[in-house]
């Protein structure tokens, strides 16, 4: 790398965001030993989030954009991102962060991935959690770092929130959104496709054990961290729904060479025969045993 400071693009999705969304600018604002910078674009808000987002890009107009493109004009945080990772594919950047409205990141967030993205020879980053309830309560939320061949088919690495990617990487996903944009409208998450497409694309992933981010909870989250009842329960929910297979039908549609795998033509066809076949196998999708075995239950008995 040419420059000493590495020079880090923050992408950050806001939707009815004015009660955190000032704190979360603030805290990527003050990361320490990386030049970070924000674009930033707002999908319609009706609350006060442009007035602060303004007020913010006019105070600070070296270090914040907000950007106003549509080529994804569907509503929703996956489309939203993705005009932001297209906006953001010209950039001077050396890496990218996807970033929620309503987190804290710690002040060293950004180049612990960094470094871990340099020291390891790896293309993107992922890390665990620490889940905040109104700064009142907090709870360590690790993400497994001992990943299994085909993790990415029925969940995404971490909470987009954590992702930290090379600049290569966002110039070739970039290119990937814009060539399949036809097939992207209903596409729910932005986090789980960039992993599935990574993945598929043979692509180097770090998982960091740690945690640098206090992850907000109780707001509007899709799904929400992976922690305590009411989040299996939501959980659960969704699955009997089939939300979580009719996502990964719309991936396996993006890559035919993932359909006409064994794992990806059985989800595809998800007959009783191939539904035993995934439960058996549930440990090649998780690598805790007891998570497991709670996918191979969903697989056998809900609509996943």
């Not at 003050?30 to 609350?47: L, N």
């Not at 665990?128 to 990943?147: A, G, P, V």
């Not at 599935?196 to 992850?215: G, P, Q, V």
């Amino acid at each position: 790398m040419s420059r000493t400071t590495p020079k880090v693009l923050v992408l950050l999705a806001t939707f009815n965001g004015g009660k955190f969304v000032a704190d979360q600018i603030a805290s990527v604002l003050a990361q320490r030993d990386v030049d970070a910078s924000i674009f930033v674009r707002d999908d319609g808000s009706v609350d006060e989030t442009k007035k602060i987002l303004e007020d913010l890009e006019s105070k600070f107009p070296d270090k914040i954009v907000i950007i106003r493109n549509s080529e994804f004009s569907a509503p929703g945080a996956a489309k939203n991102f993705f005009n932001l990772i297209i906006a953001g594919s010209d950039a001077d950047c050396d890496f990218v962060a996807f970033c929620d409205q309503d987190d804290v990141w710690l002040p060293n967030k950004l180049i612990e991935a960094v470094l871990a993205l340099q020291q390891n020879g790896a293309d993107c980053y992922s890390s665990s959690s620490t889940l905040m309830w109104d700064y009142k309560k907090f709870r360590f939320n690790k993400k497994e770092t001992r990943r299994v061949e085909f993790d990415y088919f029925f969940e995404s690495a971490s909470h987009g929130c954590t992702f930290v990617f090379s600049r290569n990487v966002l110039g070739q996903f970039a290119k990937f959104l814009t060539s399949n944009a036809y097939a992207l409208k209903d596409i729910k998450f932005h986090d789980w496709l960039l992993y599935f497409w990574a993945k598929s694309s043979h692509l180097k992933w770090f998982y960091d054990e740690r945690s640098f981010i206090l992850y907000r909870q109780g707001v509007n989250n899709v799904i929400g961290a992976n922690s305590g009842f009411g989040a299996l329960i939501k959980r659960v929910k969704l699955l009997n729904k089939g939300f979580i297979r009719l996502e990964l039908l719309r991936y396996l549609e993006l890559f035919p060479e993932q359909r006409g795998s064994e794992i990806g033509a059985r989800v595809f066809r998800w007959n009783r025969i191939d539904r035993i076949f995934l439960a058996i196998n549930a440990l090649k999708f998780r690598s805790r045993r007891t998570h497991a075995i709670g996918l191979a239950l969903c697989i056998l008995t809900i609509g996943m």
